[in-house]
């Protein structure tokens, strides 16, 4: 027969080992939800950059053309925006 001190020993190595699969879970989940938000935090922060390049390059691009846009503008000239657009749609 089994002794008492031995159902001690296997129930207490049972439960220790189900208590440190508890933590170590916890200390793993926690880890990667940590690597996870500092990746969208990096995502973002990325996404803010292209962002800001294409708006310089679009606002770049609308300055060295020289055409006017604006109908009630003096200098608006229809058949240059016409083939502006002609050549950005290409």
Known sequence: MV????????Y?????GVFYGI???RSLQKAHDQQKEHH?????????VQAR?????K????KGDGIVTD??????DLEKLVAKWES???
Request: proline share 5%; charged share 25%; net charge negative.
């Open 71 to 76: 109908p009630e503008d003096p200098r608006f």
């Open 3 to 10: 002794s008492s001190t031995v159902n001690v020993a296997r």
């Open 23 to 25: 933590y170590h879970r």
């Open 40 to 48: 969208a935090i990096h995502h973002r922060e990325a996404l803010i």
């Open 88 to 90: 950005e749609s290409k």
């Open 53 to 57: 390049e294409a708006w310089q390059n």
């Open 59 to 62: 606002q770049e691009s609308s």
């Open 12 to 16: 207490s190595a049972l439960l220790s």
